[in-house]
């Protein structure tokens, strides 16, 4: 059949011109972390403030597990489950993918049908040229046409496309794994700060008692007319400001609580942690190197993505200024009676080639091509700050740690020494020496110091808590390297 022949040349004009073509445009090479006269340190300049063993490494998955506490394994489980933040950053990863397909179909074949049936009459009366008179009549029209045109990617305008598409794909998948990171760590800051206070309230639950206690033993004193009223008052005013502090302390931990019942996904209404106090020291956290964070960070992985991703748009740019080449042919039924429409004589075909041409597009195209540029060179220093933003991060954990760790230290030694400085107070006031003040300063300072030291220990969790963070929580940018989108075979034949 004359028409089936002229497709099948169609086909071999495609096949030959797909392979002699070529993608314009720079190709993409991934830019310097730094600008040239900024390099990246060998090496972390903060001391950590407790060496990792060189074996260990950052728990990939669940980070989390560095802190071996099985209460704060549930919540981080539950939050990935139901967290809905979460929920909408795979919808946004699957719409990526779903718009990365979208870009691989303009590399097959577009075909399609468009059938239809007419019934149509001319009157005698319509005007005709020459001296023939017109005759009315009616007539059928039946058609079966199909279409089929394919752009030929000669200078890889539909590549770069796929590319782009790509691109964004694993771009959304990396700003997915950021969103993941912020939202683990967030919940294990809010679980430790919990924690914090859970301690907190213990000690200042049991000040409250020991004050209790003290002023029993003042009241039975000035009953038996040995103390005065103004130690029976000065000690009752301690007592009652005391019970303020643990019912602020009791309002914070509320806080907190509904905090992770909503990263969790329930309603703080129904939501309750049991009380658990902090017991553990911060773990040794691996640190490796200030260039590991381009492979171990999800945020500058996004960033990177996207500097790929404008890169393919400047390809795109580039292909404007050349021919866009679309192969087209037609062919079908068309009779006019339904009966006839499928055989030989009712056969109609068509074939072709387009070559459009940008000659003057008033400018359109370079300004276009200026503007992918300009975008590019912003990803690009986007793609830096965020390179210095991860390494200012991880300096003020090891910094943070450092100095939180000598300060507990110290603070420890504080708590003891208040102790001993309550004990001698109570001694001499009891012994007539001095005056009750002493032993309500004493009281005053043993309870300040006892909760900084609690506080101390919550804040070096929770510093740690972002060093893992600022680390990247054991991510691997590799993992994006298999995430794109091809062409497939199967796409030819698909709506």
Known sequence: MPGMKNVALAAALTAALLGAGCTVGPKYQRPAATVPEAVLPPQWKGEPWKAADP????????????????????YEDQLLKSNQTLAAGRSHLEQARALARVATAAAFPQLSVDPSAQRAGMGSNRPLSGGTTPTSYTQNIFALPFDISYEADLFGRVRRQIEAGNSSLQAAAGDLENTRLVLTSELAADYFSLRELDAETKVVAESVEDQRKALELVRHRHDGGIANGLELAQQASLLDATRTQLELVEQSRAQYEHAIA????????????AMAPLRDEPPAVPLGVPADLLQRRPDIAYAERQVAYQNAQVGLAHAAFYPRITISSDAGLESRTFTSLIGVPSFIWGMGIDALEPVFQGGRNRANLAASRASYDASVATYRQSVLDGIQQVEDGLSNLKTLSQAAAT???AVEDSRKELEIANHRYIGGVTTYL???SAETTLLTNQRLAVQLLGQRLVNTVYLVKALGGGWDARDLENLQVKPQWKQAVQQ
């Not at 909503?262 to 942690?273: D, E």
């Open 411 to 413: 603070q420890a030694a």
């Open 55 to 74: 074996k260990d490494a950052i728990p990939r998955g669940s980070w989390w597990a560095i802190f071996q506490d099985p209460q704060l394994d549930a």
């Open 438 to 440: 002493d032993v309500i």
């Open 262 to 273: 909503a990263l969790v996904g329930q309603p703080a209404a129904s939501f309750s942690v």
